[in-house]
């Protein structure tokens, strides 16, 4: 499917840039998407993704994952009978799910892509996605986040009387995005066009162009039980976080300054001031925001010093983890580029204006605003650019309006479905996507018909 939606970009970006004189367009919207793909997005990531997967290689020799997945241990039986209950994919997949909840966006990719590693080693046809591959690329593109930190900042910045409006809207779209999601990709994967053969006993199990792909072992036996000095310390660590958390968030008046800095970095460095007036509308808002925040510094304490207390050699398994970093980097840039390149194309020749044109006259008596055709058709694309279309609009037509709370609860309930599947599926060099996409898209189209119509029933 893929293969069908990225050439068909292409073409359509040629022969719309030509029919309306925008071929320069077309050529500079290729060449700075590549640029973008390489320098901005790709090598940028390796550093984040040596932190993170050298930090995961701590979780599972120390025991963590499997305490972890262990918990969670019903649910994921169920949407992925294929992984073994012990293998480390289960852990990852787990931590990949809470970093995005969190919006820690920069830990949610790496883990994610570790994930997709796993899951590739029990995969019988390198190079297909397998049925647990595209269920866990359709919950990652429903977008599950527990706050949509960038809207709300965007709202808070244009002086919204209740930026934080859009926060439960934008948890019931995304509760329905996620079972649409689910239940596509469930129901899609027994279609027989998108159905696989189990691999015969003489096919290979590596994929060319990502090199040899081990078999993961499952997860090794966890070290001997903490001695009590270990959980004293342990808890002292858990105390001691709590501690900073709910000091924060009860006591904004005495620590305005500082409660105005930690939104003001969680929002990005976007309005600090309008971040701090965001704090101060809510105490639940305020404590997940906070949680938001403190999360990152405290997993990178956490995992050594508990992985330390078990015996696990710290320095040298964060250093053997963090070594698939820079070759992830690298391996997906390709399958980046490809995406990038195509969107880029689209978009200078005037592909959007031109689909906006076309179903404004279908979708506006339907009680669809025609404003939000452009973030609509853009979301699945490019997230920098539906910030960007989603900024204008707010200072259009009001933060307070219902069109920019619709727009604001789609951006918080959808995701960037094929960048996600570009960056995932590159990872382990898998050209054939099967029904990820069309799970994609129909978790996408689910969210903005859930968006519209409760915000609508709130709201209007």
């Known amino acids: 499917m893929l293969n069908g939606l990225w050439l068909g970009l292409v073409v359509l970006a040629v022969l719309v840039g030509a029919a309306a004189g925008r071929l320069r367009e077309v050529t500079d919207g290729a060449f700075a998407m590549a640029d973008l793909a390489v320098m901005k997005i790709a090598l940028p990531l390796a550093g984040v993704m040596?932190?993170?997967?050298?930090?995961?290689?701590?979780?599972?020799?120390?025991?963590?994952?499997?305490?972890?997945?262990?918990?969670?241990?019903?649910?994921?039986?169920?949407?992925?009978?294929?992984?073994?209950?012990?293998?480390?994919?289960?852990?990852?997949?787990?931590?990949?799910?809470?970093?995005?909840?969190?919006?820690?966006?920069?830990?949610?990719?790496?883990?994610?892509?570790?994930?997709?590693?796993?899951?590739?080693?029990?995969?019988?046809r390198p190079g297909t996605a397998t049925n647990a591959m595209c269920t866990f690329l359709a919950i990652n593109t429903s977008s599950i986040q527990l706050i949509p930190t960038t809207t709300i900042a965007i709202l808070a910045a244009q002086k919204s009387q209740d930026p934080t409006a859009i926060v439960g809207t934008a948890l019931i779209a995304t509760f329905f995005s996620t079972l649409a999601g689910i239940s596509a990709v469930?129901?899609?994967?027994?279609?027989?066009?998108?159905?696989?053969?189990?691999?015969?006993?003489?096919?290979?199990?590596?994929?060319?162009?990502?090199?040899?792909?081990?078999?993961?072992?499952?997860?090794?036996?966890?070290?001997?039980p903490l001695s009590a000095r270990g959980r004293v310390m342990i808890a002292l660590l858990l105390a001691g976080a709590f501690g900073l958390w709910l000091w924060i968030t009860?006591?904004?008046?005495?620590?305005?300054?500082?409660?105005?800095?930690?939104?003001?970095?969680?929002?990005?460095?976007?309005?600090?001031?309008?971040?701090?007036?965001?704090?101060?509308?809510g105490m639940v808002l305020r404590g997940i925001g906070t949680l938001s925040l403190l999360a990152v510094?405290?997993?990178?304490?956490?995992?050594?010093?508990?992985?330390?207390?078990?015996?696990?050699?710290?320095?040298?398994?964060?250093?053997?983890?963090?070594?698939?970093?820079?070759?992830?980097?690298?391996?997906?840039?390709?399958?980046?580029?490809?995406?990038?390149?195509a969107v880029g194309m689209f978009r200078g020749a005037g592909g959007i204006e031109f689909m906006q044109r076309l179903l404004t006259p279908l979708l506006t008596p339907l009680g669809f605003p025609p404003d939000l055709l452009p973030i609509t058709l853009v979301r699945p694309l490019?997230?920098?650019?539906?910030?960007?279309?989603?900024?204008?609009?707010?200072?259009?037509?009001?933060?307070?309006?219902?069109t920019a709370r619709m727009a604001g609860t789609i951006m918080g309930s959808t995701e960037t479905t094929f960048y996600v599947i570009a960056v995932y599926f590159g990872s382990?060099?898998?050209?054939?996507?099967?029904?990820?996409?069309?799970?994609?898209?129909?978790?996408?189209?689910?969210?903005?018909?859930?968006?519209?119509?409760?915000?609508r029933l709130m709201f209007a």
């Open 50 to 124: 040596a932190l993170w997967l050298g930090l995961m290689r701590l979780a599972e020799r120390s025991g963590l994952v499997q305490v972890v997945a262990g918990g969670l241990r019903p649910l994921l039986r169920r949407l992925f009978p294929e992984v073994p209950e012990n293998h480390p994919a289960m852990g990852a997949m787990v931590m990949n799910l809470a970093a995005n909840m969190l919006g820690l966006a920069n830990a949610a990719t790496p883990l994610g892509l570790r994930a997709m590693r796993h899951l590739e080693a029990l995969n019988p």
């Open 186 to 224: 469930k129901w899609l994967q027994n279609w027989r066009m998108f159905r696989v053969e189990p691999a015969g006993p003489g096919e290979t199990t590596t994929v060319a162009a990502a090199g040899p792909v081990a078999p993961e072992p499952e997860l090794p036996p966890a070290p001997a």
């Open 250 to 281: 009860v006591a904004p008046e005495s620590h305005r300054a500082f409660t105005a800095a930690v939104h003001g970095a969680l929002f990005d460095g976007k309005a600090p001031a309008a971040a701090a007036n965001v704090a101060e509308q």
């Open 297 to 341: 510094p405290f997993l990178i304490a956490f995992f050594p010093v508990y992985a330390s207390l078990r015996g696990v050699k710290v320095y040298e398994e964060f250093v053997e983890g963090a070594k698939e970093g820079f070759s992830v980097s690298l391996r997906i840039i390709p399958f980046l580029v490809a995406i990038l390149v």
């Open 382 to 402: 490019s997230g920098g650019a539906t910030t960007a279309l989603f900024a204008e609009l707010v200072q259009r037509v009001g933060p307070d309006s219902l």
């Open 428 to 455: 382990v060099a898998v050209r054939r996507t099967r029904h990820a996409v069309a799970a994609g898209l129909a978790a996408d189209f689910t969210g903005v018909v859930a968006s519209v119509i409760v915000c």
